[in-house]
């Protein structure tokens, strides 16, 4: 499992995500199970270097024996591909999105059935049309051995902030209930539409004002961060395996400045990089 964080605001967006990840195979029942729990996985992608597109992922951490981040590269080969990538200079997010659908696809659909079953895959593009200052987040899910398209999860007009993984600090900070509270509201005698209504109003009254549109980057950072690192705390101290855990990678992306890392992890010694703010 994971935590992934995403923050829309009109200047730009932040992604920010844990570093832990699950490995599943097939027992030998044909079920699935945790062959290993790491903390050192790589969440958080620039799609396209130089251009102003981030993408994170969170549910299974590997497809086979290639891991979201290896596939991840794999796509941004192909966007960049002077033969069959997309045109820097005109270029929508939709276009990228498809893209990184069918590749995912392609690897997803041979998996086994039981794992496919058992579990689910998300992964969560942003960024800004090359024509337009406008941003826009997009989610591809997988579960059930679905493949259903792509959706446009918050458009170019609207603020947001999302989550994915293990979210229950996220809904407990933000919304202000718990994830049971519908449960418990659908088991206490009122009807479907009553338990909804009451719900949304629960919500409308609970929750917390911490996102505004016009919202420096730097707080809208801040604020990625802190939810996150919450998360982590949160999932550390509760009942089971500590399922999301270390380091956290920050990226932001602004239709001027392009992609940016805030935070990242490195596989040896900043100085022996060759590069400030990345290993690739």
Known sequence: MTI?????????IVFVADSAT???SPNGNGSPFGVRVYNHADKVF???RGQPIVSMTCGLGNFGNESIATISKCIRD?????DGGIN???YTVQSVVEVA???FRSKYEPLDAAIKAHSSFEYFIAGFPSNSNRSEIWKIVFSNGETPEPVMLVDSDSSDIIWAGQP???IRLVLGVSSQTQFVLNNIGLTSDQSEQLHQSIINASRSPFLVNSMPMPDAISLAEFLASTT????KFMPGADTVGGSLDIATITKYEGFKWIKRKHFYPIHLNGETDHVR
């Open 4 to 12: 992934c964080v995403g923050i829309k605001v009109n200047d730009g």
């Open 88 to 90: 820097p200079l005109d």
């Open 168 to 170: 229950e600090a996220c």
């Open 46 to 48: 620039n799609l396209y």
């Open 232 to 235: 982590v705390n949160f999932v």
């Open 101 to 103: 659908y069918e590749e």
């Open 22 to 24: 699950t490995l599943l």
């Open 78 to 82: 192909k966007l960049m591909s002077i």
